[in-house]
């Protein structure tokens, strides 16, 4: 049987380390293949990381939006600053949901904002579902809702087994942003 779409819905998911990565990892080999792609980087403020300076230099022409004011558990600003950035950045990724010339989005941390209430589930899951037909989704982060996996074509949850932050170890340039 034809599957009914030429593209498909990824998750990253779990308390591991990685998902991201992962993410950026896919949007590597989709500019391989001369995709046109972008990025929104919910629950993630404008700070340079490694992953944004490499987009903005080497591939000045990709969307890459941060949609939020850092972690709600490590930031100064209130909820509703969150709900507001996640929601601007939602507002462009509906649009983006629609570009039939884009062939991948990453929504990086969708899951998060999803989970801290700061978009609603059931206006995601119909553009999700209602997306331009070659439009390959990959979202990530932690604590996906259910019914996000349930619509997911992959669904990969990436585990912790050891952590450097355990030991005390602070994030390290490089390798966490």
Not at 46 to 61: I, L, Y
Request: charged letters at 20%.
């Amino acid at each position: 049987m034809k599957p009914s779409r030429s593209s498909i819905l990824l998750n990253y998911t779990g308390n591991g380390k990685g998902k991201t990565s992962a993410a950026f990892g896919l949007a590597l080999r989709a500019l391989g293949r001369g995709w046109p792609i972008a990025v929104i980087q919910f629950c993630k403020t404008d700070m340079e990381t490694g992953e944004f300076r490499f987009f903005h230099s080497h591939f000045p022409e990709i969307e890459f939006l941060h949609a939020g004011c850092g972690f709600t558990w490590d930031s100064n600003f209130t909820l509703e600053d969150h709900r507001r950035a996640a929601q601007a950045g939602w507002r462009r990724a509906e649009a983006l949901l629609q570009d039939p010339h884009l062939r991948l989005l990453v929504l990086d941390e969708l899951n998060m904002a999803l989970a801290f209430g700061h978009l609603e589930l059931v206006p995601v899951l119909h553009a999700l579902k209602t997306r331009a037909p070659q439009l390959n989704v990959v979202a990530t982060g932690r604590d996906a809702p259910a019914e996000l996996l349930e619509i997911s074509d992959l669904v990969s949850n990436i585990e912790e087994v050891k952590h450097p932050f355990q030991k005390g170890v602070a994030a390290m340039e490089g390798i966490d942003f």
